[in-house]
């Protein structure tokens, strides 16, 4: 059984027979993590749609420096364009959802206030829990291997957000209480603004507002889901059905 090549991130373009000084911390991840050796390969992507073969040229002490040998196209993304608005909820089920709906090909997420969010709006510490919402996003392209690193916006308020629109873009709120059910939307959807509460949910109040917009509210079916395992599983049935997951 052939080993899987490791991934990295570098963030800037990338040439064949180019040699590149990796940063801190993925030459901390290649020396003392995987414990990689000269000439052991490693698989470069640097958001675009092209993957780059490297190998390690020399090691020293926390210094690793690769070589690009070739490059290769591959476009793993979705045709179902899912920007998720999710609402801010408790640190490990926050960083969940957003590493698991980034592995399910969501596109773009907004991180948004609703009534029942239980954080600090402080500026300070919502600037830094975005930057590690990123390096969630980065470590779970590394994994799933996308080579495109989804955008995480700043985090916006729910009614600011909800207002906003795309072409094309089908509005939906999970809504426990709704009647309606992904079987019943529009048979062919390509682009998807989705709406998911935190613990506790929307109260009746932003359901309605949200609703004024043009957001349709959807169940997906008969319990009630923690907000994690809702994301997942709304972002897994709408990628079922009209994205590239199969069953």
Same mark, same amino acid.
Do not use: Y
């Given at each position: 059984m052939k080993n899987r090549i490791p991934r990295i991130y570098i963030n800037k373009n990338l040439k064949i027979h180019e040699k590149i000084v990796l940063n801190s911390p993925n030459a901390h991840y290649i020396i003392k993590v995987l414990r990689m050796n000269i000439e052991e390969k490693l698989e470069i992507f640097n958001n675009t749609n092209y993957v780059f073969l490297s190998k390690i040229i020399e090691i020293k002490k926390k210094i690793a420096t690769i070589l690009v040998l070739e490059k290769e196209k591959k476009d793993i993304? *979705?045709? +179902?364009?899912? %920007? +998720? #608005? +999710? =609402?801010?909820?408790?640190?490990?089920?926050?960083?969940? =959802?957003?590493?698991?709906?980034?592995?399910? #090909?969501? %596109?773009t997420i907004t991180p948004i206030f609703s009534k029942h969010c239980n954080i600090h709006r402080d500026k300070k510490n919502i600037l830094k829990k975005n930057i590690y919402w990123k390096n969630i996003i980065i470590s779970a392209?590394?994994?799933c291997k996308?080579?495109?690193?989804?955008?995480?916006? %700043?985090?916006?308020?729910?009614?600011?957000?909800?207002?906003? *629109?795309?072409?094309?873009?089908?509005?939906?709120?999970l809504n426990p209480t709704s009647s309606i059910t992904i079987n019943q939307l529009p048979k062919k959807i390509s682009c998807i603004r989705l709406l998911v509460g935190c613990e506790g949910g929307f109260s009746s109040l932003e359901i309605q507002k949200v609703m004024q917009n043009e957001f349709i509210p959807v169940k997906l079916g008969p319990r009630i889901l923690r907000t994690e395992t809702a994301a997942i599983a709304a972002v897994t049935a709408f990628q079922i059905k009209f994205g590239d997951l199969s069953i």
């Open positions: 993304e *979705s045709s +179902l364009l899912i %920007h +998720l #608005g +999710l =609402a801010i909820s408790k640190n490990e089920k926050m960083n969940f =959802a957003i590493q698991k709906c980034i592995e399910l #090909g969501v %596109h392209c590394q994994q996308r080579n495109i690193i989804p955008k995480i916006n %700043h985090v916006e308020d729910i009614n600011l957000w909800s207002k906003q *629109s795309n072409k094309n873009e089908t509005k939906i709120v």
